[in-house]
Each structure stands twice: as structure tokens, then as C-alpha cells.
């Protein structure tokens, strides 16, 4: 014979029974069946102390509609961001001087284009897209200046 120690056995005593539902939610399977209503009216009753669903009137863990809860939420609170960064990338764009907006009004007209208002000559966007050219405020001041100035009253 061997030498072997002799391990007692559980089937001595009767046969384990093995719940299959603990095997389930030992592999993170739940032991309620999956209905097919989202529960998306819950019934808060602050007397029983229960949460119910009025549309399939069955009983509503806790957990589940915390989660429900959390979902909404968060849904909007990412509503509420997403606008908030349309608004910023539209704020980006707003053309803020008063002088850019009269030109924008003006060049919106389909049949009249705005007048520079010293050749009163026309100017086009066409004009302006590659970049305008610039010069001193201080020296143009002046310039206008000198030129009420020479004018003769």
C-alpha cells in the first residue's frame, strides 16, 4: 500500500449541490432575467423606501436606477459642454470692430459694392483677400491735418 495520507472527501456526508446561479454571478452574470422595458418612468416611493418602474410596474434595484440617474445627467452635462465649445469656436469667429462689420454689411449687398471713402473708387472683397497694405495711424493723422489745414474756407 502507499503511504499516501487519506484526504476525506465531501461526498461522504451527502452530495454538494452547486447553485448554478452562484456560478453565475460569480462570473458577473446577474441572477435577474433581462427584461425588455429600459425603465425610464421610476416611481420613487420614500414611504416603502422602493424605486419601481410605472411602465412594466416591476421593482427597480437601487443601483440601477442610480445609474439611470447618472446616465441622464451625464448626457447632459456633455449637452452643456459641447455647446459651450460651439459657442467658444463661434465666438472665435465674431467679428468684434464696428468698422469690420459695416464693411461685412456692405459687401453683402449683391447689387452695390462699398466706396473707399477718399478715390471713391469701388473696393471688392477680391481686393482685400491677399492682405491689405498698412501704414501709421499717427502718420495719416497728420497728413489729414495738414491737408484741413491748406484747404481753403
Known amino acids: ?84 465649445s460651439e459657442l467658444a469656436e463661434a465666438e472665435k469667429f465674431q467679428i468684434r470692430s464696428r468698422a469690420a462689420k459695416v464693411m461685412d454689411d456692405a459687401w453683402r449687398s449683391t447689387k452695390t459694392a462699398p466706396l473707399c471713402p477718399h478715390c471713391n473708387t469701388a473696393i471688392l472683397p477680391e481686393d482685400v483677400v491677399g492682405g491689405v497694405a498698412k501704414t501709421s495711424k499717427a502718420i495719416v493723422a497728420a497728413a489729414r491735418k495738414r491737408q484741413a489745414q491748406n484747404k481753403p474756407t
Open 1 to 84: 500500500m502507499s503511504d499516501a495520507p487519506i484526504d476525506p472527501q465531501d461526498y461522504l456526508y451527502g452530495v454538494k449541490v452547486v447553485q448554478i446561479e452562484d456560478l453565475r454571478v460569480a462570473r458577473g452574470m446577474t441572477r435577474r432575467p433581462i427584461s425588455s422595458c429600459r425603465h425610464k418612468t421610476l416611481v420613487y416611493d420614500e414611504k416603502e423606501r422602493r424605486v419601481w418602474c410605472s411602465d412594466c410596474e416591476s421593482e427597480v434595484e437601487a443601483f440601477d436606477a442610480f445609474v439611470g440617474i447618472v446616465g441622464v445627467f451625464s448626457a447632459g452635462m456633455s449637452q452643456i459642454k459641447r455647446r459651450g
